[in-house]
């Protein structure tokens, strides 16, 4: 193992922490900048929500701008101080209903594997009945390393992110750019 590489933890939460650490080392640069949800505004404001939660929403630059158009909602990111709320996608702390509609743009890849379900099953818990959703996930290994590992420890095909949304919701074709993947969340 070369220097700059570190021993990858195997137990869940010492991994999640060590995913974390990535990120917090990031914080002084220009990472988390980009506002991946930029072509997503005219979809979300279609739904007319009262309330957004974006989950992974790094410096937080989607509510923001959803703010200035007159939509409420919240940032959630475990990371970045920019985030409303800094805390873990899977264990979002805020009531259950809350939100018409929940986005995450190219934050789910970063998730581990093991977490996806967790995460999606926590984004339909926070979601009012029938809320809608709009994600974007990058289908390829990150060009960021940190300590020679990359950002993405879930780089998987459309059709398998597919798949694990579709056990929450249902995804309507058709619904924005092709980048996103939009649709409604089933009672839980």
């Known amino acids: 193992m070369s220097e700059t590489q570190t021993t990858i933890p195997v137990d869940l939460e010492a991994r999640r922490e060590h995913e974390r650490g990535k990120y917090t080392a990031l914080i002084g640069s220009s990472y988390g900048s980009s506002n991946h949800g930029r072509h ?19 410096r937080n630059l989607f509510i923001q701008h959803l703010r200035r158009l007159g939509i409420d909602g919240l940032g959630v990111d475990f990371a970045f101080p920019e985030a409303d709320i800094v805390a873990p996608m899977h264990r979002v702390p805020v009531s259950a209903g809350i939100a018409d509609a929940v986005t995450s743009f190219d934050a789910l890849e970063h998730l581990l594997p093991e977490e996806v379900d967790e995460v999606l099953d926590e984004m339909r818990r926070i979601a009012v009945g029938g809320g809608r959703f709009v994600f ?38 058709g619904l924005g750019a092709p980048r996103y993947i939009a649709g409604v969340f089933n009672d839980a």
């Open 40 to 58: 997503a505004y005219a979809l979300v404001q279609s739904f007319k929500p009262r309330f957004v939660v974006d989950c992974g929403c790094g």
């Open 136 to 173: 974007s996930i990058c289908p390829r290994e990150s060009k960021t390393r940190v300590n020679g590992e990359g950002l993405h420890p879930t780089v998987k095909p459309r059709g398998w992110w597919l798949d694990r949304i579709k056990r929450v919701g249902t995804v309507r074709q």
